[in-house]
C-alpha cells in the first residue's frame, strides 16, 4: 500500500486514464443512477494515483471494473491495450459497509429537507467515517497488487458503491 501523502512514491504514469464499466455484469439502470456511475467515474479519472505492483513497465493503465458472482473483479490493462493482470475480489468484506454506507445516505438526503445544521453535519461526518473504512478494506485488499493512494481508494470505493446503487 503506497503512503497516503500525494506522489508518495508514484510517478506521473501511475494513473488511470480510461475506465470502463463490464456491460455484462453491471446492468443498464435509471438515468439517475447512470449519472451517479458516471460521476463516480470522472472523479475517479480526474485525480489519481495507480500502480500494478507487478508491472514493471508501469503505466498510464486502463481499467475494466465489474461484479461477476458476487466478486469485484478489476481488469487492467497498459495504455497501449496489453493485458496485465485481472484481481478478483470478494464482496463480502464489503458487503455491510456498502449496506451502511446506503443507508447513512439515505438519512442524509432526507435530514437534509428537515434537519438543523449541526445533525445533518453529523450525519455527514458519520458518511465520511463508514465511506473511509470503505476505503481502507479497498487498500488493504489490493495490498501488494495494486498500489493506490487514500483519495484513489476513496473514489474507487464511491465506484463499486454506485455499481450496487439499486436507486
Given at each position: ?29 435509471t438515468?439517475d ?10 472523479d ?15 503505466g ?14 478489476l481488469?487492467v ?12 475480489l ?18 442524509y ?21 463508514v ?8 487498500q488493504?485488499r ?5 498500489d ?10 464511491t465506484l ?8
Open positions: 500500500m503506497a503512503e497516503d501523502r500525494p506522489d508518495a512514491g508514484f510517478g506521473p504514469a501511475d494513473r488511470l486514464i480510461e475506465i470502463a464499466l463490464d456491460e455484462n455484469s453491471i446492468a443498464r439502470s438515468p443512477i447512470e449519472h451517479e456511475r458516471a460521476i463516480a467515474v470522472y475517479l479519472l480526474e485525480d489519481n494515483r495507480f500502480r500494478v505492483v507487478t508491472y514493471e513497465a508501469g498510464p493503465y486502463r481499467l475494466l471494473i465489474g461484479v461477476v458472482d458476487k466478486k469485484l473483479f481488469d490493462t497498459h495504455e497501449d491495450g496489453d493485458r496485465i493482470v485481472t484481481h478478483v470478494s464482496l463480502t468484506p464489503f458487503r455491510k459497509i456498502i449496506k451502511d454506507y446506503f443507508l447513512i445516505c439515505e438519512s438526503f432526507h435530514a437534509i429537507k428537515t434537519a438543523s445544521p449541526s445533525q445533518i453535519e453529523a450525519i455527514d461526518m458519520g458518511r465520511r467515517g465511506h473511509n473504512e470503505g476505503s481502507e478494506v479497498l488493504t489490493l495490498n501488494g497488487k495494486i493506490i493512494d487514500l483519495d484513489t481508494a476513496r473514489r474507487l470505493f463499486v458503491c454506485a455499481l450496487h446503487w439499486k436507486g
